[in-house]
């Protein structure tokens, strides 16, 4: 069984910066891509970045450089530091861990509950 727990969510001003973290624990043999999505209000979830077992990583348009996605694979863990924040990026921010739990199953999706951020203007 994984688990996915993300913490250092909060409220924050405008313009000010959060660091979000997540560990994936349990077991299983690998994980693939780790990830950041959100879902603002009244919103479907979106996708904020993403980070391969390599290192490379992707990011939504509208991150425009403010966010930073990092990983440890020794410590399965999964860093978001966000910068300049706006009130456009309150939502729940939700990990996500592409995870293949053993041999002979398939790699599937493990999410954690999600951390509240709010910024205010």
């Known amino acids: 069984q994984v688990e996915v727990v993300e913490s250092g969510g909060g409220m924050v001003q405008a313009g000010g910066s959060l660091r979000l973290s997540c560990a994936a624990s349990?077991?299983?043999?690998?994980?693939?891509?780790m990830g950041w999505y959100r879902q603002p209000p009244g919103q479907q979830r979106e996708l904020v970045a993403t980070i391969g077992i390599d290192g490379r990583t992707h990011y939504a348009d509208f991150v425009r450089g403010r966010f930073t996605i990092s990983r440890d694979n020794f410590d399965n863990t999964v860093a978001l530091q966000m910068n300049s924040l706006e009130p456009d990026d309150t939502a729940i921010y939700y990990c996500?861990?592409?995870?293949?739990?053993?041999?002979?199953?398939?790699?599937?999706?493990?999410w954690g509950q999600g951390t509240q951020v709010t910024v205010s203007s």
């Open positions: 349990g077991r299983f043999l690998t994980i693939f891509d």
């Open positions: 996500n861990a592409n995870v293949k739990p053993t041999l002979g199953v398939r790699r599937a999706d493990y």
